[in-house]
Each structure stands twice: as C-alpha cells, then as structure tokens.
C-alpha cells in the first residue's frame, strides 16, 4: 500500500543532537507489492546505506539507483524482508511507515516494537524495521510486509512472478494458498496464518527500539543515530520456534543443521544454521547477512 518512489531525494540535513523515540498507539494493515522499497533509494535519511533491493532472482543490487520493478525498472522488495517468528510470543519483519510528527527522513530505517493489542495475537510482539514510507497511510499506521498481503496501490509481483494469488487488498484467504508461492516467499506467507494466526489489521502500541542486528542484516541499513535509541528487550518465555535449532550449532560451522533455500546461513555474530541445502551455497551478502542462494 505504500507509494512507490522513482526520483531520488536531496542529501538529508544533519540530525539534531537528541533524538524521540517514536512511541504511542497504532494501527496494521498488510501488503507484498514487490515494489524496490521506498527507503532503497539514495538519501532519505542518515544511515550507513539505503536498504537493500534485489533483481527478480533475488539477487541482492549493489547500485541503488536501479530503477523499481513497479516503474518498469529491474529492482523489487528482496524475499528476506519476509517476517519469521523467533518463537510463539516474538517476531521479527519489516513495514512501510507512517508516524504523526515525523518525516521520510525520521522514519527510513528505524525500527519498532509493536504489541498487539487486538485480535488472535494480542500480546505478541513483533519488532519491525521501516523499509519504506507511504503517503497512502493514516496516522500512526505500520504496513507490514508478508507475502500474499495483497499488492495495495502498486504492482510489481506481476512484473517479477507473472503475479501472486489473492485480492488486491487483503491477498489471500488460506495458508494452502501460500503452496503456489515462489519458494523464498513461501515462509513468509506461511508466517501469516501460523504465528499472526492469519489476525486482519490489529492495533498495537509502539515504540521506537534500537535496530536488532537480525533485521539490519537483512536490509544492510542502520540509521547513523540507532544507539540513542532504547535497546529492545525480548519479552520473557514464549518457547521456542519449531524452525529454530534449541541448540546453537558446533564450533564446527554450523553443521548439526541446514537452512533453508534463501534464509540466513551466516554472518557476523549469527548462531544459526550454516549448511545450505542441496543446489545452492552460502553467498555473503554484506558483513551481517549471508544466504543460501
């Protein structure tokens, strides 16, 4: 549902000394536009680099200036801007923003805790980071990707997949529809009706965290002024998640287990799985964030 970016910004003006953490009431709502993310472009706010957008393969670019899949150009949303679960009461993803006394440059990058407060989930946490921003939302209002969330305003996924199943708005209806996705957005999709317990827009309050280096990995960018930002305390119990090893892997390399075709494999301070499955490798994305491609 967000808007779709083509020309890049002015260089944005230093940050002032002290910063607001963002906090307050919010709303949900859900999209995959497969759109180059808003905040992929050059110069949006103060941070180490733009957020990372992949060519149709899912192949990370290099060169931020690649024009958006939903403009005619070759760059989309990269399928690990997917949500996953950490375990039953915790999750990690992405969304478009829209926060009231904030801008663009504010908002790019930065991440939340959001708690529901609603529906199936409430009481779960999910910790976003915002990759793109969209003149579409309300106030207050967080846009979360998950594939098979319906593409809103703007379609890429036609360009990139020759299209996804579901409506426009909203997607699809049923987790057995998630079968007939691409295989790197398959999880993604599937995370909907299993950890969200398929909950149709739940509010939630927020606040502004620093960024969990599991969501910076994938995107590659961090905000210059994260550190003065609360740092995000994971809610306590919650078990484990069934597609989580309960056990760190040996100082061997990670051998005891494998990750799946485009998940993590490996980077700097990762614990996880490092063998890839059979017909692909681990890639090295950036220092944080290597995949198995």
């Given at each position: 549902?967000?808007?779709?970016t083509?020309l ?9 000394f ?17 759109c ?7 110069g949006?706010a ?8 992949c ?9 931020a ?18 949500p ?6 915790l ?12 801008t ?6 930065a ?5 529901f407060?609603s ?9 976003v ?5 969209g003149?579409?939302?309300g106030s ?7 594939p ?13 997949f020759?299209?996804l ?7 699809i ?12 957005l ?18 939630f309050t ?9 969501l ?14 609360p740092?995000?305390t994971?809610?306590s ?7 989580t ?29 490092t ?19």
């Amino acid at each position: 549902m967000r808007s779709s970016t083509v020309l890049q910004t002015g260089l944005v003006a230093a940050l002032p000394f002290a910063v607001h953490a963002a906090s307050g009431s919010g709303q949900s709502t859900r999209y995959w536009d497969c759109c180059k993310p808003s905040c992929s472009w050059s110069g949006k706010a103060s941070v180490n680099r733009p957020v990372l957008a992949c060519d149709a393969n899912n192949n990370p670019l290099s060169d931020a200036s690649v024009k958006s899949g939903c403009d005619g150009g070759s760059a989309y949303t990269c399928a690990n801007n997917s949500p996953w679960a950490v375990n039953d009461q915790l999750a990690y993803g992405f969304a478009a923003t829209k926060l009231s006394g904030g801008t663009e440059s504010s908002w790019c990058c930065a991440c939340y805790a959001l708690t529901f407060t609603s529906g199936p989930v409430a009481g779960k946490t999910l910790v976003v980071q915002s990759t793109s921003t969209g003149g579409d939302l309300g106030s207050n209002h967080f846009d979360i990707n998950m594939p098979g969330g319906g593409v809103g305003l703007f379609d890429g996924c036609t360009r990139q997949f020759g299209g996804l199943p579901g409506a426009q708005y909203g997607g699809i209806s049923s987790r057995s529809q998630c079968d007939s996705f691409p295989a790197a957005l398959k999880p993604g999709c599937q995370w909907r009706f299993d950890w969200f317990q398929n909950a149709d827009n739940p509010n939630f309050t927020f606040k502004q965290v620093q960024c969990p280096s599991e969501l910076t990995s994938r995107t590659g960018c961090k905000r210059n002024d994260d550190s003065q930002f609360p740092v995000f305390t994971a809610p306590s119990g919650g078990g484990t998640n069934p597609s989580t090893p309960t056990t760190p892997p040996s100082s061997g390399g990670g051998s005891g287990c494998t990750a799946d075709k485009y998940a993590q494999c490996g980077g700097s301070g990762w614990s996880g799985c490092t063998n890839c499955p059979s017909g692909s490798t681990c890639k090295t994305i950036n220092d944080y964030y290597h995949q198995c491609a």
